[in-house]
């Protein structure tokens, strides 16, 4: 029992000093790179002058990778009833809309219940 206890609290400051040597690591593209490839999509895609970058976050999608979020102060209208809210630039300067569904909301897969549902039998 021992041997187990020291084994579980070795695994778990294994994981966690990796953590955080994750959460130290400096992101490959600088910030300075990810507001000019933001602002430039902003202008290439002819979305409204009053949209403007609002905040640029650094997300770390897993322990070895992540990427720079920039926001928009308003959201934009795309293909009618959707909507982008910002931008996922990737460390080799790949981007990826945010677009929300077209029901305007996160929508749940096909089958799975709402969030806080029940069975009442």
């Keep these: ?15 966690s000093s990796l ?3 994750a959460a130290d690591k400096a992101p490959n593209l600088p910030i ?20 403007q970058i609002v905040g640029l976050t650094y997300e770390q999608s897993t322990l070895r990778t ?17 909507k982008e809210t910002g931008l996922r630039i990737d460390m080799d300067g790949t981007v990826t809309r945010f677009v929300t569904a077209p029901g305007g909301g996160h929508e749940a897969p096909v089958g799975q219940r709402p969030v806080g549902a029940r069975n009442i039998r």
């Design 32 to 51: 300075d790179q990810a507001l000019k490839i933001a602002q430039e999509y902003l202008q290439k895609s002819g979305n409204p002058g009053s949209v």
């Design 66 to 82: 992540g990427y720079w979020y920039a926001k928009w102060s308003s959201t934009v209208e795309v293909d009618g009833n959707r």
């Design 1 to 15: 029992m021992k041997h187990l206890c020291s084994l579980a609290l070795t695994a778990a400051l294994a994981v």
């Design 19 to 21: 953590s955080a040597f």
